[in-house]
């Protein structure tokens, strides 16, 4: 059975850093393209960030560019998110996200497409006070 588990969510302030954790589980071994996805207050789960089998490709949401770094630890099958300068448009349910079956086999592969991944975590709460 496939399990991704978030941590490090939290409660902070504005301009403050949190780093969330998701490991997978139940997977055979390999690499996978994994991402974040969030869900604020009221609205659509959002795209946030992804990586690649060989962690060259991490594109971004504009809204996260140059605050957030999405990293990847294979031997742990860990994926990671690092959060700086928080605001308090950042809150929201952070979600991680993993491409097992589908998805082209290229190293190089990711996506922003919620609809292209597989598994979910049960999410983690990140709120962000002003």
């Known amino acids: 059975q496939v399990q991704l588990v978030e941590s490090g969510g939290g409660l902070v302030q504005a301009g403050a850093s949190l780093r969330l954790a998701c490991a997978a589980s139940g997977l055979p071994p390999s690499t996978y393209p994994m991402g974040w996805f969030r869900q604020p207050p009221g609205k659509e789960r959002e795209f946030v960030a992804a990586i690649s089998r060989n962690s060259a490709i991490t594109p971004y949401a504009d809204s996260v560019k140059g605050r957030f770094t999405i990293s990847r630890d294979n031997a742990w099958s860990a994926v990671y998110l690092q959060m700086n300068s928080l605001k308090p448009e950042d809150t929201a349910v952070y979600y991680c996200?993993?491409?097992?079956?589908?998805?082209?086999?290229?190293?190089?592969?990711?996506?922003?497409?919620?609809?292209?991944?597989?598994?979910w975590g049960q999410g983690t709460q990140v709120t962000v006070s002003s």
């Open positions: 996200a993993l491409v097992g079956r589908g998805g082209s086999t290229s190293s190089y592969y990711t996506s922003r497409r919620a609809d292209e991944y597989d598994y």
